[in-house]
C-alpha cells in the first residue's frame, strides 16, 4: 500500500494464483479509471490508455476511447453496508454482497468543459461499460488488511478471521468487509493521528477492546485524494 514492507514469500504458488485472479479482476475492471488518473505503476508493458465508450452528441453516435483526461467519472464505487461481524448478525450465504454504487467524479479540470450539460461541449451523453465485481472486490480488501496486520505483527500474533475470506472458501464477503463502523467525525481524528496522510492510499490500525479481547479492524481508503469510499475489514484477534 505505502510501499514500506514486504513480505517476502508470503503465500504458496496455489494461494498466489488465487489471489492474483481476483486482484487482476478489480484492477483491470472497477479500479482501471482510477489507475490511470491516478498514473500508477504497473507490472505490464502496455496497458489501456483510456476506457471504451459510446457517445452520443444530438443525433450522432460514436464508438470512442475516452482519456483519463475525458473520463465523466473516475469510478463507480461499492456502498456496502456495515461488516455483520461488527453488528453481531450471523453469516448469509445466501444472499449475493449487498451494495450500492456511488459515483466518483473525475478531478481533472478539463473535465468542465465538455460534460455537466455544457451546450458546447464536446459530449452530450456517453455510456461507459463497468464491469462490477462485488466478491472479488472485498477479497482485494481482506488481503490489504491481513497483510498490513501480519507486517506489524507477525503470523503467530494474530487470529484472522480472513484467510478463508481470501482464498473464497467463506461466501459471505460482507460479513468481515464493509461500510466503516465509526463516524465520520472518528474517522477523521483517526486519520489526523495515523498513518498515510497525504498519500494516494491510507490504511489505520483500530485496536477495540471493549469486549474484553483485543480485536483489529483496519481502514482502508483507497485512491483517497479522489474521493473514493472509506471500507472497514474485520481482521481478527490479537493473541497475547
Known amino acids: ?134 466478491a472479488e472486490f472485498c477479497r482485494m480488501l481482506a488481503k490489504i488488511a491481513y497483510c498490513l496486520t501480519i507486517s506489524k505483527h507477525g503470523l503467530c500474533s494474530v487470529k484472522s478471521y480472513l484467510p478463508d475470506v481470501i482464498l473464497g472458501r467463506f461466501p459471505d464477503y460482507n460479513y468481515y468487509v464493509g461500510h466503516p463502523c465509526e463516524a465520520q467525525s472518528t474517522m477523521d481524528a483517526l486519520w489526523s493521528s495515523g498513518n498515510g496522510k497525504n498519500t494516494l492510499h491510507r490504511t489505520l490500525l483500530i485496536y477495540d477492546k471493549t469486549t474484553g479481547k483485543t480485536c483489529i479492524r483496519c481502514l482502508i481508503s483507497l485512491f483517497s485524494p479522489v474521493g473514493f469510499p472509506v471500507y472497514e475489514v474485520m481482521v481478527g484477534e490479537l493473541q497475547n
Open 1 to 134: 500500500m505505502l510501499n514500506l514492507d514486504v513480505l517476502n514469500n508470503a503465500s504458496c504458488r496455489e494461494c498466489a494464483d488465487v489471489t492474483k485472479a481476483f486482484e487482476q479482476t478489480v484492477q483491470r475492471g472497477l479500479l482501471l479509471p482510477l489507475r490511470l488518473i491516478a498514473n500508477t505503476r504497473t507490472r505490464k508493458k502496455t496497458r489501456p490508455k483510456g476506457f471504451p465508450a459510446i457517445i452520443t452528441n444530438g443525433k450522432n453516435t460514436d464508438d470512442v476511447v475516452l482519456s483519463a483526461e475525458e473520463m465523466p467519472f473516475a469510478a463507480l464505487a461499492y456502498k456496502f453496508i456495515v461488516p455483520r461481524h461488527y453488528l453481531g448478525l450471523p453469516p448469509d450465504f445466501i444472499s449475493r454482497p449487498f451494495f450500492d454504487v456511488v459515483v466518483v467524479r473525475n478531478p481533472y479540470e478539463s473535465r468542465n468543459s465538455k460534460w455537466d450539460g455544457n451546450p458546447e461541449g464536446m459530449y452530450q451523453k456517453a455510456r461507459v461499460r463497468v464491469m462490477f465485481h462485488p
